[in-house]
């Protein structure tokens, strides 16, 4: 990608979190995203996962043909990186630092089997603090910035990570979410209220026709309850 302009997309790209579950490769399931999406956001071996998991899903992706991104988050296993750290355990110098560690293994383990990253899109909670608070998102930008320069940036469509990502000198992919319930500000509601996930094929299609005139690429989590199920109506 380098010396070449970067813009985003002309068509809406479908992406999904992989490299996060041992299981979901023993069962196959995982090897099952590959046909469905475009992007995948590989898990860097810190809030899930491991070292080995991830080079096994850059593998994947690179036989499947697939553009694979890096995917930091809080180190956070116990609660799989979704529980905001932000001012309590990690201030931005360290969010920077966790990120910088995290997509330089995602650039060496692409880099391994013949891929280059083709974006960063922050995980959980860092990515939810970063739609909110400008300061994560100058840090997590920061971060990325000390490894690579020339690479797509993932932030919340309409979100203030957007905006921020902007200024510092990247050119962002405006993601919204097909599997995921949306407050009135535009944000994501919060896994722990019920009703905040969406499962039917059908409602995700219907969501994903109202998202997609402002939005660059389009989200499934892999660990979502009829993940497969949801691919299926948005990409038959």
Do not use: W
């Amino acid at each position: 990608m380098e010396g070449t302009p970067m813009k985003p997309p002309a068509a809406i790209l479908i992406n999904c979190d992989l490299g996060e579950s041992e299981a979901q490769v023993l069962d196959g399931t995982q090897q099952l995203f590959f046909s469905k999406i475009d992007l995948a956001n590989v898990c860097c071996a810190a809030h899930a996962g491991s070292e080995r998991l991830t080079r096994l899903t850059m593998q994947q992706a690179a036989e499947a043909r697939v553009r694979v991104g890096a995917h930091p988050g809080y180190p956070d296993r116990e609660h799989f990186g979704r529980r905001p750290l932000f001012g309590k355990k990690y201030d931005a110098a360290q969010v920077a630092e966790l990120v910088s560690e995290q997509v330089a293994f995602g650039v060496e383990a692409a880099a391994s089997v013949g891929l280059k990253l083709y974006h960063v899109k922050p995980h959980g909670a860092l990515y939810n603090e970063a739609a909110t608070d400008g300061a994560v998102a100058e840090a997590i930008a920061l971060g990325v910035r000390r490894v690579v320069k020339d690479i797509f940036l993932v932030g919340l469509a309409k979100s203030v990570m957007v905006n921020v990502f902007r200024r510092q000198g990247f050119v962002v992919l405006r993601e919204a979410f097909a599997d995921r319930r949306y407050t009135e500000e535009g944000l994501l509601v919060p896994r722990n209220v019920e009703g905040a996930m969406i499962e039917d094929p059908a409602e995700a299609l219907r969501q994903l026709e109202e998202l997609v005139g402002f939005s660059d690429t389009i989200c499934v989590h892999s660990d979502s309850a009829n993940a497969l199920g949801m691919l299926a109506a948005l990409r038959p």
